[in-house]
């Protein structure tokens, strides 16, 4: 049962970046020069939000605790609807949906199993760490979508998924275990790389290689200048 837990071998590591000036709003302008075409932006957010949903669905069933299920629950149930309107907003674009998902499921469920985690803790720190950088890109990345679909993406996205609980599981966990701080410190820095290259995959690129990093190289500063407060609020060490 414990199996999917089981984290693969091969692991792909992407430099972490150290922030260089402070976030402002001229990065959402940068990165909406590169927003995807909207079926495809709806596509991705929406798969990646089902992902989150069965990652949570996975350790609700697999917590160590009665309370630790009944918290997780409305946590699960908020991801899902979370994907699910993104999908009425897609549905508003194409016939079905399904299929413009279909084409983004192979990497995203690849990705997802690279971040499993050994076991409970690591997959719980996973979900709370990976969906909050992803949800905080596709945030500024629907700047770029013209009209008022942007704004009805990002306000579903930020809507709360129950962050605190699983935040709070995991600060409980921590307090309790003198060794899992260090262990999930690592674990979460470890989660970067692969996040961002999930993250890069969503952008539309024009073409012109070293205009498009300069574009993207603040973004990602400033993703992973929230990754680590999100750490900190843990105790951990980003």
């Given at each position: ?158 809507a709360?998924s ?45 073409g012109?290689v ?29």
């Amino acid at each position: 049962m414990f199996d999917v837990f089981k984290r693969p071998a091969a692991r792909l590591e992407v430099p972490r970046l150290k922030p260089r000036r402070t976030p402002d709003a001229s990065l959402r302008v940068n990165l909406a020069e590169l927003t995807p075409e909207p079926v495809s932006y709806l596509g991705q957010a929406a798969y990646i939000q089902l992902a989150a949903f069965e990652a949570l669905a996975r350790a609700l069933m697999l917590a160590p605790s009665v309370g630790a299920k009944e918290a997780l629950g409305p946590a699960s149930g908020s991801a899902l609807e979370k994907h699910q309107r993104l999908v009425v907003e897609l549905r508003k674009l194409v016939d079905d949906p399904a299929v413009i998902m279909a084409s983004f499921a192979p990497a995203i469920d690849e990705y997802a199993a690279v971040i499993r985690g050994a076991d409970w803790y690591e997959s719980l720190a996973s979900v709370y760490l990976t969906a909050g950088i992803l949800d905080d890109f596709f945030i500024l990345l629907s700047a770029g979508i013209d009209g008022d679909a942007g704004q009805k993406a990002a306000r579903i996205i930020e809507a709360d998924s129950g962050r605190h609980v699983i935040e709070t599981l995991l600060a409980d966990a921590i307090a309790e275990d003198a060794t899992m701080g260090s262990r999930l410190a690592l674990w979460g820095r470890r989660l970067v790389g692969d996040t961002l290259l999930l993250a890069r995959s969503a952008i539309h690129h024009s073409g012109n290689v070293r205009t498009d990093e300069q574009r993207i190289e603040p973004v990602f500063t400033e993703l992973i200048a929230k990754h680590s407060r999100r750490m900190d609020g843990l105790g951990l060490t980003a």
